[in-house]
Each structure stands twice: as structure tokens, then as C-alpha cells.
């Protein structure tokens, strides 16, 4: 079973919390016999603080940043393979209602969050928004999905 990219940035997050909640109860341990400071709500207050200041709470548990890396990585780790031509790149498109699939091989580059594709027929380029790309295949197999 092959989990899917928003299901592995959330378990990472979730991890991410539980090992700053372990860290913080380590460290904090001995300020509960201090006047004031050991009150839970007081360490509760402080924590959620400090998260925000650092901004380590929006860069860990950003929903939709983390994915698009790991779609970025995925095509660039593609474009270098040398099996290109096995690997296939399934993406929404609005206008037509439906998923299509292209040949990684008409890959040409990726650019601020846009593929740059060779259209099929014609000698022409389509440009495919990076967050549409759902799922990708290598020999028919899902090998990443959305």
C-alpha cells in the first residue's frame, strides 16, 4: 500500500507535534513548584506563543505547502530517470471534466509551479498547473499519489 502524499505530510506534522510536546514536558518539568508559571494554562499560553513567534507552527503544519514539494520533487526525480518513457502523469483538467494521462516523456521542464508538457499532436506547448497533477504511474503502477 502506497500512501498517499497528503497522508505522509500529515503523519510527519503530527510526529513533529507529539516530539515538541515530549521536549516541552521534559524541559518544563521543573517549573511546576514556581508560583504562577506552574499553572497548566500558563504553559499552555507560552507554548502556543513561542510556536507562533518562531512561525514553526505554520511552516510544520502548512496543508497544501508541504505537498506541492513533494510533487516538485517527484517531477524533477522523473525528468532525471532513465526510464522516463515507463512513467505516466495523470492531471484534472478543468475545462474537460476529466482526468487525463500524459507520456513523461513530453516532459520538457517545470516552471514556478507549472508543467511545460509538448502537446501530442501538434508542435505546440500546454501548461499544466503543478497542483493539478494527481497521480503518477511507472509500468502501469501508481508509484505516487495525491
Not at 66 to 72: P, S
Not at 83 to 95: C, T
Not at 97 to 121: P, S
Amino acid at each position: 500500500m502506497i500512501l498517499r502524499e497528503q497522508d505522509k505530510h500529515f503523519l510527519s506534522s503530527l510526529y513533529s507535534a507529539v516530539a515538541i510536546i515530549f521536549v516541552w514536558k521534559g524541559l518544563w518539568e521543573g517549573l511546576y513548584e514556581i508560583p504562577y508559571i506552574g499553572d497548566s494554562f500558563v504553559f499552555l499560553f507560552i507554548g502556543f506563543a513561542m510556536l507562533t513567534f518562531s512561525g514553526l507552527i505554520f511552516k510544520e503544519f502548512d496543508p497544501l505547502g508541504g505537498v506541492e514539494k513533494a510533487i516538485h520533487k517527484t517531477v524533477t526525480t522523473i525528468q532525471k530517470h532513465p526510464d522516463k518513457k515507463n512513467f505516466k502523469l495523470k492531471y484534472h483538467d478543468k475545462s474537460l471534466k476529466k482526468d487525463i494521462l500524459i507520456d513523461a516523456e513530453r516532459l520538457k521542464k517545470m516552471e514556478k509551479g507549472i508543467l511545460i508538457v509538448r502537446h501530442k499532436n501538434r508542435n505546440q506547448e500546454v501548461f499544466i498547473p503543478i497542483h493539478r497533477l494527481t497521480e503518477v504511474t511507472y509500468k502501469g503502477k501508481t508509484s505516487w499519489k495525491l
